[in-house]
């Protein structure tokens, strides 16, 4: 497996945490800010729960699923035996190949810059790995699953339609599953994000699909591990069958708690709020400080560089640590990312402008 690259991480926080103000923790995704009531009244509601939960998930949180992303995200033609809830999404990306009994000699692509769990998955099962952006890197091989990651982690970069188009077209002419992990779909800034089933994109049809949602971020449900995988019928079976076997099912007031969100989109406007103004400012301070920001029209991050020729990302932590701020190093979501690092804006507001502060000072 790859080394778990967090722990390098440790010195530069102990430099942070000396800071005389306290450390800005903007290393990492968690949010901070309150799970919204109608999760805690779903919760309370549904915590009478003696019996098994069922791993295809009860209707209404299937039926939720698919309302939200025919309502929110212009998914159409979707049927609840299309839509599966998984505990936590980092588990289902994981495990995923391995479900699908994928092994040696078959061959895995993802994203040149992306979160570490797309190469762990690969490597749970001794499959081959490919990070590339480019089509045209796979040559005459075809891969058996093929990762999209729109809105990125960690660039925040969204994919135009004509891309995800060209994409799910040249997956079906070769027969490769499209995975696409858009768990960031609600947290754009700048122009629109679409998902791989909106029917401009897929042409109405989930064949050969999956998208992978989470609600950790959109409704402050981290601790809650909810999420779900939805698309082609025949694959999504599989994996219950597989699912089934493993004991692998949401807890059943989890389930109750995700149909109750996912029906709400108060909340996720006033969280999108916070994050938005948070961004603004952040971004304002860093690029006031000599930094520049690539991409980041969306996801909760700021891709943060001073440029090729300038520090490369570990000088760069090393920069912000002095300061007390605590960030990614880029060079943890792959080669592409070593001159970068990745910002969060999951602190509270205080911390934001304690880290605005310190960079403007």
């Known amino acids: 497996m790859p080394d778990f690259p967090w722990d390098k991480l440790a010195p530069y926080a102990e430099q942070a945490r000396a800071h005389p103000d306290g450390i800005v923790d903007l290393s990492i995704g968690t949010p901070v800010d309150p799970t919204p009531e109608v999760a ?44 599966l809830p998984v505990v936590g999404t980092k588990e289902l990306i994981a495990s995923l190949a391995l479900h699908l009994g994928l092994g040696p000699g078959d061959l895995i692509g993802y994203p040149e810059l992306a979160y570490p769990t797309y190469e762990v998955g690969a490597a749970l099962v001794g499959a081959e790995a490919l990070a590339t952006d480019s089509l045209t890197a796979f040559g005459p091989r075809t891969p058996s699953l093929l990762w999209l990651n729109s809105p990125s982690n960690p660039s925040g970069r ?4 004509e891309h995800l188009r060209k994409v799910v077209d040249w997956c079906r002419e070769r027969g490769v599953l499209l995975v696409s992990d858009e768990c960031y779909l609600d947290c754009v800034w700048e122009g629109e994000a679409y998902s791989v089933l909106h029917p401009d994109v897929c042409g109405g049809s989930a064949e ?33 069958a597989v699912r089934k076997n493993l004991g692998l099912m949401m807890p059943d007031p989890q389930q109750r708690v995700m149909a109750a969100v996912l029906a709400d989109e108060t909340h996720v406007a006033e ?31 700021l891709w943060t560089t001073k440029g090729p020729e300038g520090p490369d990302a570990w000088q760069l932590v090393a920069e912000l640590a002095a300061q007390g701020i605590l960030v990614a190093p880029g060079v943890f979501y792959g080669p592409a990312g070593s001159h970068h690092v990745r910002i969060g804006l999951t602190a509270t507001d205080e911390r934001i402008d304690a880290a605005v502060a310190r960079l403007t000072r």
């Open 271 to 301: 969280q999108h709020e916070r994050y938005r103004s948070r961004r603004a400012r952040l971004r304002a301070a860093l690029e006031a400080a000599g930094y520049t920001i690539e991409h980041s029209e969306a996801s909760l991050y």
């Open 158 to 161: 969204v994919l135009p339609l």
């Open 40 to 83: 805690r009244a779903a919760l309370a509601a549904a915590s009478d729960a003696h019996g098994y939960p069922v791993t295809v998930g009860v209707p209404q949180v299937r039926q939720a699923a698919v309302d939200w992303l025919a309502g929110t995200h212009g998914v159409t033609g979707l049927g609840i035996d299309q839509v």
């Open 208 to 240: 050969g699909i999956l998208v992978v949602h989470s609600l950790s971020k959109r409704s402050n449900l981290a601790g809650y591990r909810c999420g779900f995988v939805a698309g082609d019928r025949a694959v999504i079976a599989e994996l219950l």
